[in-house]
């Protein structure tokens, strides 16, 4: 096992930690998070420029880098999901009312299943192909895909660090006006990152969509 796979896995261990401090609440639990999320976009760097230069690439680094890389955006809106935050708008579906107060997730839940079954799905499209000799590399709607779902992650988690870590000592009506603008912008940004992620999977079918009819 060489380094550059070394820190590959180390992102499993980093997307486990993410998830522990973003559904537990203690000081400064959030903004821990926002942390683990940026040294785990350290490591995706430094492994693949430590095989390039190094020529340590190895078949085991070339799949479980994107795997894990892919593990690391699942288990962020996963526990986007465990989040809740009150919020009096009417136009945000989903949510339970707790005592009068209506609860609402960051994410909705479907958002996250649409990501995740995605993933699952090209990956399934990618093995597909290599059962049939044939390499699917990245393609460019795949990588914005990848940047955008990034971005969205590191904005919710900069809010829920603002907000959990520094404003909640604050309270009163700069919490709730806070609480009520960020639910709102993190539903339009989760759809947005939902409806890129679609269009990144659908492009890949239709552009190989003769492995699927192939015998």
Not at 45 to 51: C, E, L, P, Q, R
Not at 77 to 99: C, K, Q, R, W
Request: hydrophobic letters at 55%.
């Amino acid at each position: 096992m060489n380094l550059p796979n070394l820190l590959t896995l180390s992102r499993l261990g980093l997307a486990a930690l993410m998830m522990v401090l973003l559904t537990l609440a203690f000081p400064f639990s959030k903004s821990m998070a926002l942390l683990v999320f940026a040294i785990a976009g350290l490591t995706d760097y430094f492994d693949g420029y430590i095989a390039r230069k190094y020529k340590m690439i190895t078949p085991f680094g070339q799949l479980m880098d994107p795997l894990t890389d892919k593990v690391m955006v699942c288990a962020a809106f996963v526990s986007f999901v465990e989040i809740s935050l009150a919020h009096p708008g009417t136009f945000l579906h989903g949510g339970v009312n707790v005592g009068g107060v209506k609860l609402v997730p960051l994410v909705p839940a479907w958002i996250t299943v649409v990501i995740i079954a995605r993933e699952f799905l090209v990956t399934g499209l990618r093995l597909l192909a290599v059962n049939k000799g044939v390499v699917i590399s990245a393609g460019k709607w795949g990588k914005h895909k990848t940047v955008w779902q990034i971005v969205a992650i590191v904005v919710l988690l900069i809010g829920l660090s603002f907000r959990d870590d520094y404003l909640r000592r604050v309270g009163g009506k700069a919490l709730e006006n806070f609480d009520f603008i960020f639910l709102y912008a993190a539903h339009a940004v989760s759809v947005a990152v939902a409806a890129i992620t679609v269009a990144s999977g659908y492009l890949y079918f239709s552009q190989h969509r003769e492995l699927i009819s192939r015998r």
